[in-house]
């Protein structure tokens, strides 16, 4: 059974770095993208970026290019996303998503608030 | 604002036919498979459909895809009361504003 798992609610100030985790199980984690998505409080889906744990290769949106940065491990099966100089729109869940986005995590609520 | 078009609003009475469309352009509909995904209140999005018209296993054929040239749509046949969520379309985009993009989804209520 394929299970994505992400790591708990956080809060943070304006300016700092808040780092994601998702870790899967159930089928081979190089074998799949891993994409990351935000939800801002009351909005819709935005597609932030994706890794492919296979080669490390990354592509993240125009919007978040210079703040992100998504990376993976393969001797633990997870990914990470790491965004910095957060700002209060920055408030919002996180998901990861793997490949056809088939298969999501259950989010990760990032609270930006000083 | 997306480069892909929904209505922000669908709805109808149990046992109605609904659709929802998204308009794209060359770049991302007219060039790639179309997928949509529905999100029920307070949960994570799951996938209803993939390249264009195919269902995920469980997902029940009420549901159906389409895509013709630059635009896509999701029927939702058979109406029933736990099909009110949001419903987004998504695909790559080979401009340079992001690779994958969502619609601004579809709020569809059942009357």
């Known amino acids: 059974e394929v299970q994505v798992v992400q790591s708990g609610a956080e809060v943070k100030k304006p300016g700092a770095t808040v780092k994601i985790s998702c870790k899967v199980s159930?089928?081979?984690?190089?074998?799949?993208?891993m994409h990351w998505v935000q939800q801002a409080p009351g909005k819709g889906l935005e597609w932030v970026g994706l890794?492919?744990?296979?080669?490390?290769?990354?592509i993240y949106a125009e919007k978040f290019q210079g703040r992100v940065t998504i990376t993976a491990d393969t001797s633990t099966d997870t990914a990470y996303m790491e965004l910095s100089s957060l700002r209060y729109g920055d408030t919002a869940v996180y998901y990861c998503?793997?490949?056809?986005?088939?298969?999501w995590g259950q989010g990760t609520l990032v609270t930006v608030s000083s | 604002q997306s480069v892909l078009t929904q209505p922000p609003s669908a709805s109808g009475t149990p046992g109605q036919r609904v659709t929802i469309s998204c308009s794209g352009s060359?770049?991302?509909?007219?060039?790639?498979?179309v997928y949509w995904y529905q999100q029920l209140p307070g949960t994570a999005p799951k996938l209803l459909i993939y390249?264009?018209?195919q269902r995920p296993s469980g997902v029940p054929d009420r549901f159906s895809g389409s895509k013709s040239g630059t635009s896509a749509s999701l029927a939702i046949s058979g109406l029933r009361s736990e099909d009110e969520a949001d419903y987004y379309c998504?695909?790559?985009?080979?401009?340079?504003?992001?690779?994958?993009?969502f619609g601004a989804g579809t709020k569809v209520t059942v009357l």
């Open positions: 998503a793997r490949g056809a986005l088939d298969y």
């Open positions: 159930g089928y081979t984690f190089t074998d799949f993208f």
């Open positions: 890794v492919d744990p296979e080669d490390d290769e990354t």
């Open positions: 060359s770049s991302n509909i007219g060039s790639n498979y």
């Open positions: 390249r264009n018209n």
């Open positions: 998504a695909t790559w985009d080979d401009s340079l504003s992001g690779p994958y993009v």
